[in-house]
Nanobody
Framework: QVQVVESGGGLVQPGGSLRLSCVAS????????IAWYRQTPGKQRELVAQ???????NYADSVKGRFTISRDNTKNTVYLQTNSLKPEDTAVYYC????????WGQGTQVTVSS
């Protein structure tokens, strides 16, 4: 059974940083498209960043220049480096792994507050 597990969330002050990790127990991880989404109560889940199997990345306008997505295929892991965090970045962050099937993790909470 495929598992997708996010970690690295927490409470951070505005301007701070966190590195989120997503580990997926899939074979041929390097062939997967991976994305980070986030969601706050009462709102739709929104795409934050994505990375293709070839390493092409794309970001939401709200996080460009502050967040960086990367992958380590030897560890079946994708990272989201979040810098210069703002209160509006507060959300549950989810990892999505997609190839033929579509897999989601349970999410990790990021709270940006002083």
């Amino acid at each position: 059974q495929v598992q997708v597990v996010e970690s690295g969330g927490g409470l951070v002050q505005p301007g701070g940083s966190l590195r989120l990790s997503c580990v997926a127990s899939v074979s041929s991880f390097s062939l997967y498209y991976i994305a980070w989404y986030r969601q706050t109560p009462g709102k739709q889940r929104e795409l934050v960043a994505q990375i293709t199997s070839s390493g092409t990345t794309n970001y939401a306008d709200s996080v460009k220049g502050r967040f960086t997505i990367s992958r380590d295929n030897t560890k079946n892991t994708v990272y989201l480096q979040t810098n210069s965090l703002k209160p509006e970045d507060t959300a549950v962050y989810y990892c999505n792994c997609r190839r033929i099937a579509n897999y989601w993790g349970q999410g990790t909470q990021v709270t940006v507050s002083s």
